[in-house]
RNA sequence: GGUGGCGUGUCUGAGUGGCCUAAAGAGCACGUCUCGAAAGCGUGUGUUGGGGAGACUCAACCGUGGGUUCAAAUCCCACCGCCACCGCCA
């Protein structure tokens, strides 16, 4: 949630912001009449109670006719007072309400537009150039393909077993997916990080406190019979960890290594073959919790281990800067890495870093000491790796003509082989 | 899953309807003493919200949510969590 005193103060900035987002502008208005009367019913109920603790002493004081009287007059208050409660209670519900819905205060520096307004903001390394014609004089296979040849991904059984956007990971898959986390958690390790394996299946005041059920909801999975939430991404424990509590020592980075479930709602059609567009999947996620002076600074840094991580995998990318039309309710800039996927001649998200400043810990209640009060604390999240995504990067940009694919130099410490061959 | 016990501030812990403005101790901070420190002594010591330029003031908070009452940490109900034992189990 944002600011209620920038709202107050700077109502046009929220207003433009909202605009620019594509978000509702009424709401801002809505919201500050719903905070008058919120402040209004706090006050004439307060003041009933205080009347009411005064007069409640006096009662016990009292004897006789006195305390009769007295027990009439106080009788007929506490009435007052449940009346005047009700309608705080009332008044503060719907101001709330309205606050949950406006998105974070955008940054300045992001590009206006929608999805398709992205800008560029470097590239990274050449694709190689396939096809019969090009320098490598043979066409691309794409990584369904390689990762038959090679007994790594099996979507047939996938779909068999689990239904569509499912897939097992076997054999030098399956060793992928270690040799990538291993060497994230250990890279990250070195870089400060603190490795969590976080729960996947989080109470509905985590996931409501991160944002994500009121932006995504329909992207995620629940479980209605016992009330609990299968995250689509560890952000939302890592997020949660402090929940509630006024933390030191900042910044606090850890990286979370977990399962993701994605309903992968209204995306019928959109990347159905091949797993880069799956219901379950791996990832080691990075989080930062900082003061909100570091924040930029953080999220620099954040951007930086990213590319680290493609440079490592030696895979061609460019960074985006998303457009403030979607960017999610929680971040004011966000950065995505795209790898290049040779076989659909485009570049394609691996990674997204994200800089939610205090909104996320406001809603969370997680605060942080400046000198003799405390303030929520900034958070950053970034992928630092996501499996599918990666592996099918490392297919196809590390494949040879015989079905092989070369694992890059930094891996192969994890993997123990230099070489993918066709099994 | 069953039975029993417990949930109070930074911590330990007292408090079974009004004298709770939550005792006491520890911790912490500052002061005093000291060459310096410890001990001792003194003072202070939560969070959130409303009002106020401010000193300040008012309200709420004793696991959470309801209820009873003029009045609830205290009584009632539900839920959550923790501990112990039993059963089952990777």
């Known amino acids: 949630m944002i600011d209620l005193k920038i709202l107050r103060e700077d109502p046009e900035r929220v207003r433009l912001s909202q605009q620019v987002r594509g978000e509702s502008v009424e709401i801002v208005d809505q919201l500050l009449a719903l905070d008058e009367a919120r402040r209004t019913a706090i006050t004439t109920f307060e003041a009933l109670r205080a009347e009411q603790n005064l007069l409640s ?50 940054s300045p520096e992001a590009p206006v537009g929608s999805e398709a307004d992205f800008v560029v903001l470097e590239h990274f390394g050449t694709p190689r150039d396939f096809g ?13 393909e390689l990762g038959k040849i090679l007994k790594a991904i099996d979507t047939e059984r996938g ?22 986390v291993n060497y994230a958690i250990s890279s990250a390790t070195k870089a400060g990080f603190i490795p969590v394996i976080p729960p996947v299946l989080v109470n509905p005041p985590a996931m409501e406190g991160t944002g994500f059920l009121g932006q995504a909801a329909e992207n995620v999975y ?23 509590e006024v933390i030191e020592g900042l910044p606090l980075r850890y990286a979370g290594y977990s399962t993701c479930f994605r309903r992968e709602a209204g995306t019928y059609g959109k990347d159905t ?24 600074a953080e999220h620099q840094k954040l951007l930086q281990w990213e590319k680290d991580f493609l ?14 039309g979607d960017l999610g309710a929680s971040a004011i800039r966000k950065f995505d890495i795209e790898a ?13 870093t994200s800089n939610c400043t205090e909104f996320q810990a406001r809603r969370l209640n997680i605060r ?28 196809e940009n590390h494949q040879q003509s015989d079905g092989s694919v070369v694992v890059p130099a930094a891996l192969r410490p994890f993997l123990g082989v230099d070489r993918l061959l066709p099994a």
């Open 222 to 244: 629940h479980l209605e019979e016992d009330d609990y939430y299968l995250v689509g991404t560890s952000e939302v424990p890592l997020a949660a960890y402090h929940m509630d």
């Open 311 to 324: 440079n490592a995998m030696e895979i061609p990318y460019r960074v985006i800067d998303v457009a403030s």
């Open 159 to 180: 779909a068999k077993v689990s239904g569509s956007r499912s897939y097992y990971l076997t054999g030098v898959g399956a060793l992928l997916e270690f040799a990538l």
């Open 57 to 106: 002493k006096s009662v016990g004081a009292a004897k006789g006719d006195e305390k009769t009287a007295l027990l009439a007059s106080a009788k007929e208050l506490s009435a007052k007072v449940k009346v005047a409660d009700s309608a705080r209670a009332e008044a503060e519900v719907a101001a709330n309400a309205a606050l949950l819905l406006i998105h974070n205060l955008i």
């Open 340 to 352: 290049w996927i040779p076989t659909q001649n485009a570049y394609r998200e691996v990674t997204s």
């Open 273 to 296: 073959r091949g797993i880069i567009r799956v219901h379950q999947f791996d990832k080691v996620e990075m989080f930062i919790f900082c003061e909100p002076k570091d924040a930029l």
């Open 368 to 395: 942080y000491r400046d000198g003799d009060t405390t303030k929520p604390v900034a958070t950053l999240n970034g992928t630092l790796v996501a499996i599918p995504r990666m592996i099918v990067a490392i297919l």
């Open 132 to 144: 019969i014609k090009g320098l490598e004089g043979f066409e691309a296979k794409d990584h369904v």
